[in-house]
């Protein structure tokens, strides 16, 4: 693997001094970037979009700052928030001043509004491909104590006659009154031992379910909406039962129709969001500690990133493959698309080399770039600089033989760029494989960027 370093610097895309960039996001259907940043002449309290057309020479011909582009959607005060979606190219805004969620149509250099959703009483909202979904507030699920009896009785097998139906509405008064002198005859009377041979309807629905007490546990229901994300029109309404002595319900992530819900004490499980069907549950350690996930369109997985631990899963909740060779450096969160890169079948990774026995690596210490199968989690490829300290570890690992479309690793040694490469692996914060040139860039904490090519 050859490592290169362009030290030209063309422009910053920073409008000018004033402006500190957040994120920024390539919108393939206009060939732009859109550029998120805050502004100091607004004390930073405002997210600012701006288009850049994609266009090498508008950089050059702009100096230091790129003051090129347009401001697109509008600017968005803290709570709001800007999240882009790039499969169907739209945008999901906050407006928290006006209580608005909005919908931006990104496929045209219009950035037109689509359609306006109220935020009134939603506490999360998910945008995928197809569908957004809306979770309300939790609502109280009523228990009535009259209703509870009732039930209760009538799942209790009665000796024949005693207790004869009425004949008529007339008789509804009369019945419930019989009904509750029985019950409290019943109470008052100590309880013989149950008999085996009993038939189990005999039982209240609290023994039923495994309960002592005769009153259900305390439970809410969260109120879900699932639109079309094309028009914003409802296209069905869930309640969601929640039991409240479990506290920490999340919609965690809505991936296409596969809708992740965690509760605390409880296993992810996965709906399907227009049924809400159960489609799969699992308590793994993995999936009830996980941080991040990263949706795999193309293999109809999920990966999840629990501390530094990466796998792959099936939307039934089985585990595809655990990748050894990616071992992050960083616990990572929210950023998790900046430190692993998913391209076609591979996996690209900022991660520990394998000389490494550190949790957190040391100041000035270099990482290692870990290629590998998404599919299997068989590794691929691996950039890795020198260490003399540890024999196994022979020098840069190249790419050729992953990009032949391979399964097996090779190694070059190269000493003569040792040290060049050991700099171009240390504090790495940014990853990104382009696919047309087979060629994997990678960005660090001094702002260098280095392209790593078969060689």
């Not at 003051?67 to 803290?78: F, K, P, W, Y």
């Not at 009535?144 to 009425?166: M, N, S, W, Y």
């Not at 509804?172 to 041979?197: A, F, G, T, Y």
């Not at 990009?403 to 504090?427: F, I, W, Y």
């Amino acid at each position: 693997m050859a490592g290169t370093v362009i030290s030209k610097k063309v422009s910053y895309l920073n409008a000018g001094s004033h402006d500190v960039i957040r994120s920024i996001l390539y919108n393939p259907c206009t060939t732009s970037i859109l550029v998120i940043s805050c502004h100091s002449d607004d004390s930073f309290v405002r997210l600012h979009c701006r288009a850049v057309p994609a266009n090498p020479r508008l950089f050059a011909d702009h100096g230091n700052y790129c003051t090129a582009g347009q401001s697109v959607l509008e600017a968005v005060a803290h709570p709001g928030f800007i999240e882009f979606h790039d499969s169907p190219c739209r945008a999901l805004v906050l407006d928290a001043a006006n209580g608005q969620y909005k919908v931006y149509d990104l496929s045209k250099p219009s950035y037109r509004v689509l359609y306006c959703l109220s935020a009134d009483g939603i506490t999360d909202i998910k945008l995928s491909r197809s569908y957004i979904l809306l979770v309300k507030e939790l609502q109280r699920k009523q228990w009535c104590r009259r209703h509870g009896q009732d039930a209760t009785i009538a799942l209790t097998v009665k000796p024949a006659g005693e207790f004869k139906q009425p004949e008529s509405p007339e008789h509804d008064s009369w019945q419930q009154e019989r009904n509750q002198q029985h019950q409290q005859q019943q109470l008052s009377q100590p309880q013989p031992k149950e008999d085996s041979s009993v038939c189990s309807s005999s039982l209240s629905i609290n023994h039923i379910c495994g309960r002592q007490s005769r009153r259900p546990p305390r439970q809410s229901v969260a109120p879900l909406e699932v639109l079309s994300a094309a028009d914003g029109q409802v296209l069905v309404r869930h309640e969601l039962p929640v039991e409240l002595c479990h506290s920490g319900f999340q919609v965690l992530e809505l991936f296409d129709e596969h809708l992740l819900i965690k509760q605390a004490l409880q296993p992810i499980m996965i709906h399907n969001v227009l049924s809400l069907s159960l489609l799969g549950s699992n308590a793994h350690e993995l999936l009830s500690q996980l941080s991040s996930f990263m949706h795999l369109q193309g293999h109809n997985m999920f990966l999840t990133v629990t501390g530094q631990i990466l796998a792959t899963w099936t939307f039934k909740a089985q585990m595809v493959a655990r990748f050894a060779e990616h071992e992050l450096w960083y616990p990572v969160d929210n950023q998790v698309d900046q430190l692993v890169c998913l391209s076609g079948d591979w996996l690209i990774s900022y991660c520990k080399p394998r000389s490494s026995r550190a949790h957190l690596p040391a100041a000035g210490a270099a990482g290692a770039i870990a290629v590998s199968s998404v599919v299997t989690g068989k590794p691929l490829a691996r950039i890795e600089a020198p260490d003399s300290g540890d024999p196994d570890v022979e020098g840069a690992s190249v790419l050729g033989q992953a990009a032949n479309n391979k399964t097996s690793c090779d190694t070059l040694l190269d000493t003569s760029h040792d040290k060049a490469t050991r700099a171009a692996l240390t504090d790495v914060t940014a990853v990104l494989y382009d696919e047309h040139m087979r060629v994997i860039y990678t960005g660090n904490r001094g702002g260098l960027v280095h392209k790593w090519s078969a060689g």
